[in-house]
Each structure stands twice: as C-alpha cells, then as structure tokens.
C-alpha cells in the first residue's frame, strides 16, 4: 500500500506452479524466484544481508585478440593466477561487508562461483530485469552495475531466504516479516491447480481482486451486488415507464425488463428456480429491501 493509501497493483506478484490443489495456494510476504540457487548454499535464515548486482560475474574479455608464449611448465601453471588473485579480491571484498546472500544479473562463472562458496555466500541469479527490480523493492536494495563491495545503504536485507522444491520445480522464496521495519513493498500469491487453464482462470481472478481492491482504496463507495443494483432500477424505471403517457411506456418498461438479466443469470448459473427467484426479489425491493441480491446458496440477501 502507497502513502496515499492505495495499494499498488504492481507489487503484488502472482508465482503459478503446475501440481498439488487449489487450497495449497499460499500468500507469501516477499518474492518468489521460479528458479533454484547457483551453488550448494540453499537456505539462509536469522537475517541475511543482500548485495545485488545487474552485471555479470565473471572476467572481463580484451576486445582484441591476443598470443601468449608459454616458454615452460611454470608459465603454464600461473597463467591465470592473476585473474584468480583479483576475483578473489572482489569476492572476499563483497563478503566483508557480511553478505550472506550473492544476487547476479548475469552470468556466473565457475572462477568466480568458487570463491562465493568459499566465503559462505549464497548466490542466486536473476535473468529477468522485472524481477531484478521487484527484488530490489522486496528487499530495499539497491541493482549495482559495478563489481565490488556495496555500501550500507545498498544493501538489502532479506529475512530468510530459502531454496523450496514445490510441485517438483525449485524456486528461491525470499521472504519478510510482516512487521518488519522498513516494509516489504512486494508480495506473492503462489498458485498450485492441476491444470494450466486452472491456474489461468485464478491468475484472472486474483487480477480482478487485486484491481478491485485498488478502485475501492481510490473511491470508497460501493453498489450492492447479487443483482440487487440491477432490480432496484428495473423498478424504479417500471414506475417512470408507468408515469409515462402515450407509446414511450412500452420502450421504457422494455428497457427496464432488460435490467433484471443480471439477478436471472445468477439464478440459472446457481440451479435455482428463476422465477420464483425473481419474483421473490422483486417483492422485496418493492418493499424497500433495496439491497437485496441472489444469494447462490437459494435465499435473498
């Protein structure tokens, strides 16, 4: 939610799992990554300080070609010593700062994957630049485009962070408290169904909450639902068409009894006699029961 009190449709994120039912669906306070960890480090719990970076960890390559001559054994065996002695600088300096958790943009190179194993790190890599910002908005951190030591104040914090095998598919769930501090700014709704048009028809439906929830923060008042918006006007247009003198009645009474398709519908898509339905809905409102609807479960409310 805003400062102005709305919510941000963005920030909640929606994670679809193929396995499992509707009811294992969970609200996760944080973000969830649809892809495992990059070494043998998969949990961190008890707080863990993130550095995040949008480039590459690797060596960077000369953009021009070269020969080395190799005159014996010892050339060979230090000729990378230079470039392992300066990821490790890096590395070890990234890990000073008591990072426990390594996030890359790009690629990972072996080299530079065994010293953030070495130093106890965790690393897990984000390819999508969406993601990379909603993981800098979960964990108030900030995306560096340089390779070395983050400042306090680029860095992130991540209550736990934890490598879950959920539906046979590995993902990375970076999660908060909900009480925490500063705020998580990002949630995720995690959906599991058995099918892929299950898990689409509730990806649209929690839209369609999500966005409703947001136009009611912005504007508060509300119209009653069940049909009862839609038989208050049908009656209220009867008795205008009534008033009405000579042919202009017949299209005004028509327009009205388009009106009550919505509390028929709702009727026949429930398995409900729909004319007692709608006879009995029409009684109410013409007794003042302006909010009465079609209640799926066979009554008026």
Not at 30 to 53: D, T
Request: proline share 2%; aromatic share 4%.
């Amino acid at each position: 939610m805003t400062q102005s009190g709305q919510i941000a449709v963005d920030s909640v994120r929606i994670a679809k799992i193929m396995g499992g039912n509707i009811s294992q669906s969970e609200v996760i306070h944080g973000l969830v990554i649809m892809r495992g960890s990059e070494g043998i480090i998969q949990h961190v719990f008890g707080g863990a300080k993130i550095s995040v970076f949008g480039c590459g960890i690797e060596a960077s390559a000369t953009e021009a070609k070269g020969t080395v001559l190799m005159n014996n054994a010892n050339d060979l065996m230090t000729y990378n010593k230079t470039e392992e002695d300066k990821m490790d600088e890096i590395i070890k300096g990234i890990a000073d700062t008591e990072t426990k958790v390594f996030v890359s943009g790009g690629t990972v190179s072996e080299m530079a994957m065994h010293f953030i194993e070495k130093y106890g790190m965790m690393c897990v890599k984000v390819v999508s630049k969406w993601d990379m910002r909603r993981l800098c908005s979960a964990t108030i951190s900030t995306a560096l485009v340089r390779l070395g030591p983050a400042t306090p104040e680029e860095m992130g914090f991540c209550d736990e962070v934890d490598v879950k095998e959920i539906g046979g598919r590995k993902v990375v769930v970076f999660a908060q408290k909900e009480n925490a501090v500063d705020g998580c700014r990002i949630s995720t709704v995690l959906l599991r169904a058995s099918t892929e048009s299950v898990l689409n028809d509730l990806e649209r439906a929690i839209d369609d909450g999500v966005n409703a929830c947001s136009t009611l923060c912005a504007d508060g008042r509300l119209l009653p639902g069940g049909g009862a918006t839609e038989m208050e006007l049908c009656q209220k247009i009867k008795e205008f068409g009534d008033k009405s003198p000579g042919l202009d009645q017949y299209a005004i009474r028509a327009f009205a009894k388009a009106l009550d398709f919505v509390p028929r519908t709702l009727a026949e898509n429930s398995k409900q006699n729909v004319t007692d339905v709608l006879a009995a809905l029409g009684a109410a409102h013409a007794a003042g029961k302006a909010n009465y609807g079609v209640d799926i479960n066979g009554a008026l409310k």
